[in-house]
């Protein structure tokens, strides 16, 4: 037996996403799209620790430490010792990385329209409707 990955909504979705991703990192001259959920978190200009910024973007905590420490080298983040728990570092986005979160965030909106301008305004609202019915049945999947 065969797997049709045509017929696949994993597959399909996962190419998707990797197309979204190397077409933002083109936009963005080569700075990627690993930074981008930290840019969702902090962008109101708040602070979080590691802990919530790697819950917040679904992944592991050494690899939300390795995009911070990428980050911070690049001058993005910055980390303050939490005045209520000194075994955390509260993380926060400096002047430039508030520039460059704009700066993805214009990229990222511009490849939103691309990605589905042979797209009615009605199947637009429908794809976005069923991608949230996916995404919430895999988040009750992994609960």
């Known amino acids: 037996m065969t797997y049709d990955r045509d017929a696949s909504p994993g597959y399909l979705t996962n190419w998707a996403a990797r197309l979204f991703a190397r077409a933002l990192d083109r936009r963005l001259g080569g700075s990627?799209?690993?930074?981008?959920?930290?840019f969702f978190a902090l962008q109101d200009g708040g602070?979080?620790?590691?802990?919530?910024?790697?819950?917040?973007?679904?992944?592991e905590q050494?690899?939300?430490?390795?995009?911070?420490?990428?980050?911070?080298?690049?001058g993005l983040?910055?980390?303050?010792p939490d005045p209520e728990d000194g075994r955390c570092a509260l993380v926060s986005?400096?002047?430039?990385?508030?520039?460059?979160?704009?700066?993805?965030?214009?990229?990222?909106?511009?490849?939103?329209?691309?990605?589905?301008?042979?797209?009615?305004?009605?199947?637009?609202?429908?794809?976005?409707?069923l991608l949230h019915r996916i995404v919430a049945a895999l988040e009750r999947d992994l609960a």
Request: glycine letters at 6%.
């Open 93 to 129: 986005l400096t002047a430039a990385g508030l520039k460059q979160a704009a700066r993805s965030f214009s990229a990222a909106r511009a490849l939103n329209a691309v990605s589905v301008a042979d797209l009615s305004p009605t199947e637009r609202e429908q794809f976005l409707e």
């Open 77 to 80: 983040i910055v980390r303050r």
């Open 62 to 74: 050494p690899t939300m430490a390795n995009t911070l420490a990428r980050m911070e080298r690049d």
């Open 32 to 38: 990627g799209s690993g930074p981008m959920p930290v």
């Open 47 to 59: 602070t979080l620790t590691q802990k919530q910024l790697a819950q917040m973007a679904g992944v």
